[in-house]
């Protein structure tokens, strides 16, 4: 077995990995409850799981962290680590684009009902079928061929009680920029307005990378949906509404690239999951939700980063998930 590469101990994220692992454990086993009562396949019920038990189990050798990651979408840590390597990927292209340009394209909002089958059909393969119709004209001569990247995401609005789907994307230039926006208007006729589509000129590539990649969905969210400045104690967890959304994506891509072939070089994958046991003695941990830490059973309860749950969090957790409103 090779002695593979982890996280490094010694760095700064590895307490926002704590952080999030609360959040994540937090969340997961109240939606585990959720699509259960809902009746969810065992399949789907299992991924949730497999979120759970994410790094539940890691150990650490010559200043290197392994585990075992679930890399679902779901994880607020392989979620973190898959945007790392997304923006790995791509912003090495995106900057190499002379007139890059960000969109939003949205759909007027809908009810739960809707969620499954807008997220399923109506958005991946309304935008598929764009994509599809610029390659055969430009392949006549007669037209774009559409180069870019998107992510799917969707909000939730716990006032009006409905969902808001929509597409993140930056394109190659603007002539590509409004010509996707014209073609969903005209897809989406009666169902998406033109004000509601965003397009602008991309200034900092590194910055709007982020901002495409950013979620697939919020965790927090201000009840009174109002955009406050500063840090903010009233955010609530809508979890049943978290877990319809996330069950609307299963088996879809959240990112995709169109247009270009990457690399095969800027493909990496996660680190190693697994230590090799030698040269240096080899530490076992595990994760105690009430500790907020990875504790070393062995070493009298040591937690390996000593996170300290902030005011912030704190409040946000101490608080009743609400598991109803959808």
Not at 107 to 114: E, F, L, Q, Y
Not at 214 to 240: C, E, H, R, W
Request: proline share 2%; glycine share 6%; hydrophobic share 35%.
């Amino acid at each position: 077995m090779k002695n593979q590469k982890g996280a490094n101990i010694k760095s700064d994220k590895l307490q926002n990995w704590a952080k999030r692992k609360v959040i994540t454990v937090t969340l997961i086993l109240e939606m585990i409850k959720i699509a259960e009562n809902k009746g969810r396949s065992d399949k789907y019920i299992k991924s949730l799981w497999n979120t759970y038990h994410c790094l539940n189990k890691i150990s650490t050798q010559n200043e290197k962290i392994h585990g075992k990651y679930c890399k679902r979408r779901t994880c607020l840590i392989c979620n973190g680590i898959k945007k790392a390597e997304i923006i790995n990927k791509y912003l090495p292209i995106v900057n190499q684009w002379s007139d890059p340009h960000f969109i939003t394209l949205t759909v007027r909002s809908i009810g739960v009902k809707s969620l499954f089958n807008y997220m399923q059909n109506g958005m991946t393969r309304g935008f598929q079928k764009i994509v599809r119709k610029a390659y055969k004209k430009a392949q006549q001569g007669n037209g774009l061929k559409l180069v870019g990247i998107r992510s799917l995401e969707c909000n939730f609005n716990p006032i009006k009680r409905t969902y808001n789907p929509h597409f993140h994307l930056i394109v190659e230039n603007k002539a590509m920029a409004d010509y996707i926006i014209k073609e969903w208007l005209t897809l989406w006729k009666g169902k998406a307005g033109p004000y509601s589509q965003k397009m602008r000129k991309v200034k900092n590539s590194e910055k709007d990378m982020i901002e495409v990649i950013k979620y697939g969905t919020k965790i927090f969210t201000d009840p009174t949906m109002k955009k406050a400045k500063g840090k903010q104690t009233n955010l609530v967890i809508y979890a049943s509404a978290i877990e319809n959304i996330i069950y609307s994506m299963t088996g879809k891509r959240q990112y995709e690239h169109f247009g270009f072939k990457l690399v095969k070089n800027n493909l990496k994958g996660s680190p190693s999951l697994i230590a090799e046991a030698n040269d240096t003695k080899i530490e076992q941990w595990k994760f105690d939700v009430s500790m907020s830490d990875w504790v070393n059973n062995s070493d009298n309860n040591e937690k390996l980063t000593q996170l300290r749950i902030d005011e912030q969090l704190s409040i946000l957790l101490s608080n009743p998930i609400n598991s109803n409103l959808e």
